[in-house]
């Protein structure tokens, strides 16, 4: 059973960084490509950004090209979500997911986290 533990959200200035990480259980980074993905009150889930098993592959959305960046590191099995210069429609809550093949991790992954909350304020 693959688990994901979403942290480091909180509320920040237009303007900001922050970064956020989701420790996976063991293994998972090694077998599931990895994902963000983000939702508003009110709206359905939006894809934020994926990284690939092997870190080759990396994309994002539109949204957030050139201002997040994706990482990952495998011997702590965790994954990162750097966010800089965040604007206030980057407020949303945070999820990490997993999944075994790229499309289904854009469209409909395998596993989520239970989210981490991201204020921005103007």
């Known amino acids: 059973q693959v688990q994901l533990v979403e942290s480091g959200g909180g509320l920040v200035q237009a303007g900001a960084s922050l970064r956020l990480s989701c420790v996976a259980s063991r293994y998972t980074l090694s077998s599931y490509n990895m994902g963000w993905f983000r939702q508003t009150p009110g709206l359905a889930r939006e894809f934020v950004a994926l990284?690939?098993?092997?870190?080759?592959?990396?994309t994002y959305a539109d949204s957030v090209k050139g201002r997040f960046t994706v990482s990952k590191d495998d011997d702590k099995n965790t994954v990162y979500l750097q966010m800089n210069n965040l604007k206030p429609e980057d407020t949303a809550i945070y999820y990490c997911t997993a999944g075994m093949s790229i499309s289904g991790l854009r469209e409909s992954p395998d596993y989520w986290g239970r989210g981490t909350q991201v204020t921005v304020s103007s």
């Open positions: 990284i690939s098993v092997s870190g080759g592959y990396i």
